[in-house]
């Protein structure tokens, strides 16, 4: 069974074509969305995923309609194989329950690693040239050693207590006991 998504992005867009395509392609049942790309969650996805049996069909008008990024197109893609079921976009020609679309799919897949390594790649190297550079990474450091040194002579007189010094060095309570505790 060919089981229909549609999804826009805002109420001011139309489903009609994506609706006209997918009943035109023979989907039994269309689960829609009026939801921005960038949300994980879809009530009208999740429930077409529901729905769906062994050996059903999700078909979509365009693969952007169904992934909010490539990453998230190959995880629902591959939600639905585990379940043995197939994904089929009409724009593009991809249809998993083929030999031809699961490659381009596979494809997809790579492309997406390779895209994820290279960028990890950068980063690293964006570290390491910034770390030679003398720079660090991170939270700046709030307290530096003559603030911790005032806080333990502040919190041995008794008479102070942990808010009272926090609220003097100009810190949070956790911030305090965190580099007292180094």
């Not at 960038?38 to 008008?61: F, H, K, N, Q």
């Not at 990474?137 to 530096?144: A, D, F, I, T």
């Not at 502040?154 to 505790?181: C, E, F, H």
Request: hydrophobic share 40%.
């Amino acid at each position: 069974m060919l089981i229909g998504y549609a999804r826009v992005s805002t109420i001011d867009q139309n489903l009609d074509l994506q609706l006209d395509a997918l009943n035109k392609a023979g989907c039994t049942e269309i689960f829609k969305d009026v939801i921005s790309g960038s949300i994980s969650a879809r009530a009208g996805l999740d429930e077409a995923l529901a729905y769906m049996r062994e050996g059903d069909t999700l078909v979509v008008w365009r693969l952007d309609r169904l992934g909010r990024s490539l990453r998230h197109l190959i995880n629902v893609v591959t939600r639905i194989h585990h379940k043995k079921m197939a994904f089929k976009s009409l724009s593009e020609n991809l249809d998993t329950s083929t030999s031809s679309g699961k490659l381009t799919f596979h494809l997809f897949g790579a492309l997406a690693e390779f895209e994820r390594d290279l960028i990890r790649e950068r980063t690293k190297a964006g570290l390491e040239a910034a770390r030679a550079r003398g720079k660090r990474g991170g939270r700046p450091r709030v307290m530096n050693a003559k603030k911790i040194a005032l806080a333990k002579s502040m919190l041995k007189d008794k008479s102070n207590s942990i808010a009272d010094v926090s609220q003097a060095l100009g810190v949070s309570r956790t911030t305090l006991y965190s580099y007292l505790s180094q």
